[in-house]
Structure formats: structure tokens, C-alpha cells
T-cell receptor, first 112, second 113 residues
Framework: EDQVTQSPEALRLQEGESSSLNCSYT??????LFWYRQDPGKGPEFLFT???AGEEKEKERLKATLTKKESFLHITAPKPEDSATYLC?????????????FGTGTKLQVIP | KAGVTQTPRYLIKTRGQQVTLSCSPI?????VSWYQQTPGQGLQFLFE???????NKGNFPGRFSGRQFSNSRSEMNVSTLELGDSALYLC????????????FGQGTRLTVV
């Protein structure tokens, strides 16, 4: 069974204090690893898709990287508006079906 | 460009009843996926439709069903509601299914009493 584990569950940073969020996964037939941001009361907002080990994607202060077992979301010099829950998900293929499995997220709080 | 629209936003139902939720994807998007989000389990994949066909499904009981119409709008139905079905139900649309979770709606908050 596909599994996604995110750590830490919660993270509190001072504005400008860089850090990384971790997403460890096991999946049959990886078809993509996704990062999302979710604000309270809203649906997740798509950030990145990574397909193979060694791949990196960047967007503003965020950079996502992928290895065969885990992905990292690096946040450089975060601002208060980066506060949100960050979700990681994998799309796997097994038995003719593809299925998306989400982690439970890392709740990030950036303090001014 | 209008986003993914889910209706209704909030719903209260009684145990044993059935419910239908609606999702209108972004214009031109043919893939629609449904998810259940609860505090304890997080986001769980229900099913995905592409061009009116169920292409993928998660591990939910048969009480959960869906369909997609020719205009790509999708509906999800839950029959014989249980208290544990209380959750935020999210739908997401994608142009071609390559990144099927690209755009999420605001969700429908279902409360079963």
C-alpha cells in the first residue's frame, strides 16, 4: 500500500528563517509527486509536480527536490504570508489503476 | 477565468439519507477527481473521471459513487449516510489528467447528524 509521511507536523519560523519540510514516501509505480499549499477553509493550491529522482522545481521562495525515497520543500527567507499547511502527495500505479495518496501535511507558521 | 465551483458549500444531512454533491470544472478541463478530507485521515482519494469515464478509484465502499457529464461537470453521490461521512469533500480539475490535482474547488462541508 502506498504511504506518504510528512514531517514535522508543525513548524514555527521567524520571518527570514529558512527551513525544509520533508515528505517520505513508498509507492508502486510512481507517476508523480505533488506539493500543495492549503489555507484554512480553502481547497489545496497546486505548487509543484516532480517525476523523477534528481528533479528540482522552484517558485518564488519555494524549492522542491526529489529522491527515490523522499522529497523536500525548501523555504528560503519565509514571509508571514507563507503560513499555511503544506501537503505532499504521490500518484502510484497498481493493478491497472492509478491512485493518489496524500500525507497529512506540515502546518507552517511564519512569525513577523 | 472561473475556477472550480462546488455546490453546495455547506450541507447538513441525517444518518441514513443520501446526498449529491456537484462540481463544475474549469472550462475546457476534462479530468475531475474527488477527495474526502477529515482531520484524522487527511485527504483521501475517492475517484477520478475523464471524458465521462471513471478512470481511477480509491478504497471507498460502494455507497460512494460518481458520474461525469458530457460538459465535464461531475456529481458525487453518497447513499445511506453514516456519521463518519462528515467531512470536507473536494473536487479538482485538470486539462488532460496529466496533473489531475492541479486546481481544487473550495469544497463542500458535509455534516451528518
Amino acid at each position: 500500500e502506498d504511504q506518504v509521511t510528512q514531517s514535522p507536523e508543525a513548524l514555527r519560523l521567524q520571518e527570514g528563517e529558512s527551513s525544509s519540510l520533508n515528505c517520505s514516501y513508498t509507492v508502486s509505480g510512481l507517476r508523480g509527486l505533488f506539493w500543495y499549499r492549503q489555507d484554512p477553509g480553502k481547497g489545496p493550491e497546486f505548487l509543484f509536480t516532480l517525476y523523477s529522482a534528481g528533479e528540482e522545481k522552484e517558485k518564488e521562495r519555494l524549492k522542491a527536490t526529489l529522491t527515490k525515497k523522499e522529497s523536500f520543500l525548501h523555504i528560503t527567507a519565509p514571509k508571514p504570508e507563507d503560513s499555511a499547511t503544506y501537503l505532499c502527495a504521490v500518484r502510484g500505479s497498481s493493478g491497472g489503476y492509478q491512485k493518489v495518496t496524500f500525507g497529512t501535511g506540515t502546518k507552517l507558521q511564519v512569525i513577523p | 477565468k472561473a475556477g472550480v465551483t462546488q455546490t453546495p458549500r455547506y450541507l447538513i444531512k441525517t444518518r441514513g439519507q443520501q446526498v449529491t454533491l456537484s462540481c463544475s470544472p474549469i472550462s475546457g478541463h476534462r479530468s475531475v477527481s474527488w477527495y474526502q478530507q477529515t482531520p484524522g485521515q487527511g485527504l483521501q482519494f475517492l475517484f477520478e473521471y475523464f471524458s465521462e469515464t471513471q478512470r481511477n478509484k480509491g478504497n471507498f465502499p460502494g455507497r460512494f459513487s460518481g458520474r461525469q457529464f458530457s460538459n465535464s461537470r461531475s456529481e458525487m453521490n453518497v447513499s445511506t449516510l453514516e456519521l463518519g461521512d462528515s467531512a470536507l469533500y473536494l473536487c479538482a480539475s485538470s486539462l488532460d489528467g496529466e496533473v489531475p490535482e492541479a486546481f481544487f474547488g473550495q469544497g463542500t462541508r458535509l455534516t451528518v447528524v
